[in-house]
């Protein structure tokens, strides 16, 4: 089963120990209806996990994400098994609003969030 979502804006961010990807649909007042977050996090008690959080819900965490596909403005995310928690998908398939910050965003985060997880396809 694949979970489909489509976004408006995505923004790229680093902070001390978390590279992030977010994902949001937006009001016409510009408030957040719906937000998808990716974080890879570093610790120095924790191996590298990446974070799933879908309106305030997080999922999984470490091998949550078996790989990641990326091609234009579609990102595919292939989960290690299916989450009960997301009706039972197992592949979560993000497209946003083709624009220049958008672009932007996914070429500075995509791989450093990710890393070799992200196969194929192009940005």
């Avoid at 305030?56 to 078996?66: F, K, N, S, V």
């Amino acid at each position: 089963m694949v979970d489909s979502r489509q976004y408006d804006t995505v923004a790229f961010d680093v902070r001390e120990n978390a590279t992030m990807l977010f994902f949001a649909k937006t009001t016409d007042e510009g408030d957040i209806s719906d937000y998808l977050l990716l974080m890879r996090t570093v610790d120095d008690e924790f191996d590298e996990s990446i974070y799933l959080e879908i309106n305030e819900t997080q999922y999984g965490g470490h091998d949550l994400i078996r790989e990641a596909g990326l091609t234009g403005n579609v990102l595919t995310l292939r989960l290690h098994e299916a989450a009960d928690e997301l009706d039972g998908s197992d592949d979560i398939v993000l497209t946003w609003s083709d624009t220049v910050e958008n672009l932007e965003s996914i070429e500075a985060g995509a791989f450093r969030v990710f890393g070799d997880i992200l196969v194929g396809g192009n940005a």
